[in-house]
């Protein structure tokens, strides 16, 4: 089995940084795209950033400029570097994997991690 492991969330303040870090563990070939969402408190789930094998990054419009995705193939971790955060950056933050397994790297799948909080106030 596959297992996408969040840490990393906690309380800052406004312009404060959090480093969210994902570690995807199990019987895994290959992660092809890392990403990060989030899910505010009332509000629907929303793409953060996300990252693919070859490094080419995307960014929702609201992050831009202050969040940066990065990973570490050989570890199967994704980062999720926050700086210059925001009340509204306030979320419970989910980490997505799209990955081949052992045995069967003919087929991605689709793994989510359990959410971290990060709460944004003074």
């Known amino acids: 089995q596959v297992q996408l492991v969040e840490s990393g969330g906690g309380l800052a303040q406004p312009g404060g940084s959090l480093n969210l870090s994902c570690v995807a563990s199990?019987?895994?070939?290959?992660?092809?795209?890392m990403r990060w969402y989030r899910q505010p408190p009332g509000n629907g789930r929303e793409l953060v950033a996300g990252?693919?094998?070859?490094?080419?990054?995307n960014y929702g419009d609201s992050v831009k400029g202050r969040f940066t995705i990065s990973r570490d193939i050989a570890k199967n971790t994704g980062y999720l570097q926050m700086d210059s955060l925001k009340p509204e950056d306030t979320a419970v933050y989910y980490c997505?994997?799209?990955?081949?397994?052992?045995?069967?790297?003919?087929?991605?799948?689709?793994?989510w991690g359990q959410g971290t909080q990060v709460t944004v106030s003074s």
């Open positions: 990252i693919t094998s070859g490094g080419r990054t």
């Open positions: 199990g019987s895994i070939f290959a992660v092809n795209v």
């Open positions: 997505q994997a799209l990955l081949l397994l052992k045995g069967s790297s003919h087929i991605e799948y689709e793994y």
